[in-house]
């Protein structure tokens, strides 16, 4: 299982990733991203993982990782 | 300051000091946290046989450090230990280094702790005292960790644990003070005797430390599972109206529900814990929305202003409760602070919002008429109408 | 042969600055965190990253052709030590430097997942330097340096940088994550 994880101590609210995977992630009013399943790191099914990897390579922070 | 304790439980308070510290291996350790099924003092609760595995498992030799930040204002139960009997953590700290073949063996202390006792208690046992930089936060495993290599206290990334990379990149075990006065004496008297006070579920004894409308505030040194009631009967509470057990982060139980025992059972129903034993005795005489707002908005400044929700989120909910407590007539304020409690539950990299999402949500609940009346224009303790 | 590489080598130095000028251009917009036309922020930091790297490919070709064309008199040990070179050494020598630097930041780029954010921004900022060090190098080398066009063209990336930057440096630039208002600094 494949999962999106946030670091948070890197995120600045920049937003691409919410752009690229706005099934798991929407943006909050701030701009940070809000997990829509309900977990901390979401799970991406197999049908997003290419999604998924382009919303952790567009991080300018690196706050993203799939673990 | 005073310290109680209830008939037959001065284990803590009333220990003396061990000469020869025993040699353990690493596999009578465990086998001694796991059957005496202890779990951590310092807020958590977490089970104290997987931390000390979990540093078993790395390649390089482990870190462990005692946990004496005490961070949390409404705490006292550490600096007690550490002033009266400081022999106690010093020796279950050096027990468990050498069980483990630790690297070093560090106290890291909180500022407003005289080190002292503990650094005069830690000379003959090959344990450093470290005596470091606080703050609401410090005393979290990574930020303690964060701030022994140097680096600014606040959290790092929980992706990675400290059990498997903490300080100096070693397998770091972070167990608070009272933990490893436990755990020492464990090692001394054994599982059975530890297991003789307290619930087969919850085992021992914890210091808990009592403060607010009371006439002897204090620590109490009580077994696992009393009742609350019984535990706040020495520090004789004047005129309780609540009670916030486990601190800034913690949730109410009303006055009359002092019959609930001290389980993380029956406190559930309250979206409480037993944490680090903090019970805080709400009088007559205060407004619980005023108090709550003001532990919300020194909540919101303790933040390590790292993670956005926590940053944004904190401070607007603060000022929703304040204007609450203000009396402000906004109907829209209970739905605003909700908004921003959920906004802030999850996200981040501690759990300080979480902690600070539940305080605020359980006022608005166990407090719901008071709610009510301040949305009124009164409040029965701080005045009348606007 | 020798023009045709000759040629190559001054195309793709031109079209290389354009690129660069376009990276320089798109990661302050990227750092801004707004989104550009229809691109969406993730575009933005997209077509950041294809300029770039575009412009790397443009460069190894550039310096390729040029290292086989007899006329440019270009050596080996001028690819990588600056202001050795024989045929307009000064010039020349900035385009070595630029190349040098280029090669650290994408190096690192490439590998920011590995170094972590503080390595890869610090390195990054080395960027400002390689701009100005690569456009100096487009003026003053080649044979079309002076010529109209040319001239036009460095102008242009010129307007363009220094509108970025001007940009970067309003307060209203917006950046995001440091305008966070934290209640008590860190």
């Known amino acids: ?26 943006s909050d009013e701030w701009g940070f991203p809000l997990s829509r399943t309900g977990e901390r790191d979401p799970e991406v099914p197999v049908s997003l993982e290419e999604h998924a990897d382009h919303a952790v390579r567009s991080c300018p922070l690196m706050a993203l990782r799939l673990v | 300051m005073t310290t109680m304790t209830l008939p037959d439980t001065r ?94 063996a560090v106290l890291a202390i909180g500022p407003e702790i005289d080190p002292a006792a503990a650094t005069e208690a830690a000379r003959s046992r090959g344990v450093q005292v470290a005596q470091l930089e606080g703050g609401f936060v410090a005393g979290q495993e990574s930020a303690l960790v964060n701030q022994l290599d140097g680096r600014p206290a606040i959290p790092g990334d929980p992706l990675v644990r400290v059990t498997t990379r903490g300080v100096d990149g070693r397998p770091t075990l972070v167990l608070n003070a009272e933990t490893l006065a436990q755990l020492g004496l464990i090692a001394r008297h054994g599982v ?106 020194y909540l919101a400044d303790e933040s390590a202003a790292q993670c956005g929700p926590c940053i944004n989120g904190l401070p607007r909910m603060a000022d929703a409760l304040e204007r609450l407590a203000d009396r402000v007539p906004d109907p829209g304020l209970p739905a605003e602070i909700d908004r921003m409690r959920l906004l802030v539950t999850g996200r981040g990299a501690c759990a300080h919002p979480d902690g600070t999402a539940r305080m605020v949500a359980s006022t608005m609940r166990v407090f719901a008429d008071h709610v009510s009346r301040h949305l009124a224009g009164h409040c029965e303790i701080e005045g009348g109408r606007r | 042969m020798n023009e045709a590489l000759w040629a190559l080598g001054r195309g793709t ?56 064309d007899p006329f440019a008199q ?7 030590f600056p202001f050795l070179g024989a045929y307009r050494p000064f010039w020349l020598g900035l385009g070595t430097l630029a190349l040098d630097l280029l090669a650290v930041v994408t190096v690192v780029s490439l590998l ?22 690569a456009w100096l190098h487009s003026l003053g080398t080649g044979t079309d340096a002076g010529s109209v066009w040319m001239t036009g063209v460095a102008a242009t990336c010129f307007a363009a940088v220094t509108a970025a930057v001007g940009w970067r440096l309003l307060p209203s630039y917006g950046e995001r994550g440091r305008t966070r208002t934290p209640r008590k600094g860190l």
Not at chain 1, 1 to 26: F, K, N, Q, S, Y
Not at chain 2, 19 to 40: C, E, K, V, Y
Not at chain 2, 87 to 97: N, R
Request: hydrophobic fraction near 50%.
């Open chain 3, 112 to 133: 920011r997942h590995r170094v972590g954010p503080t390595v890869f921004r610090a390195v990054h900022w080395l960027t400002y330097v390689l701009w100005p060090v």
């Open chain 2, 11 to 104: 284990r803590l308070l009333g220990a003396e000091p061990m000469g020869t510290l025993p040699h353990l291996s690493p596999d009578t350790l465990l086998a001694l946290a796991d059957d005496a099924g202890l779990t951590g003092r310092g807020g958590a609760g977490f089970p104290t046989a997987i931390k000390v595995r979990a540093v078993t498992q790395g390649r390089r030799a482990p870190v462990v450090v005692g946990n004496a930040m005490e961070g949390e204002p409404l705490s006292f139960k550490d600096a007690v230990l550490l002033t009266r009997v400081p022999h106690l953590v010093v020796d279950g700290l050096a027990i468990v280094a050498r069980a483990l073949g630790a690297h070093e």
């Open chain 3, 13 to 68: 130095g031109v079209v290389a600055l354009v690129m660069f000028t376009i990276t320089l251009v798109l990661g302050i917009a990227t750092h801004s965190g707004r989104s550009l036309g229809g691109l969406g922020r993730f575009g933005v930091a997209d077509v950041h990253r294809t300029a770039a790297l575009t412009g790397v490919g443009l460069i190894a070709v550039h310096v390729g052709s040029l290292l086989f």
């Open chain 3, 74 to 80: 270009l050596r080996l040990v001028d690819v990588l």
């Open chain 2, 192 to 297: 059975a005797w530890f297991r003789g006070a307290g619930l087969p579920e919850d085992p021992g004894t914890s210091l808990f430390s009592i403060s607010g409308s009371v006439a002897h505030p204090g620590v109490v040194e009580a077994p696992r599972g009393s009742i609350l009631g019984d535990v706040l009967a020495s520090a004789e509470p004047v005129h309780p109206v609540a009670v916030l057990v486990g601190g800034f982060h913690g949730a109410w139980v009303p006055a009359t529900a002092l019959d609930t025992r001290l389980t993380a059972h029956d406190l559930k129903p309250y979206g409480a814990a037993v944490g680090a034993g903090v019970l805080h005795v709400l009088g007559h005489d205060t407004c619980p929305i005023r108090m709550a707002a003001g532990i919300a908005g």
């Open chain 1, 1 to 26: 299982m494949t999962r999106l994880h946030i670091d948070w101590t890197r995120c600045d609210g920049h937003g691409a990733c919410a752009e690229l995977v706005p099934e798991l992630l929407a």
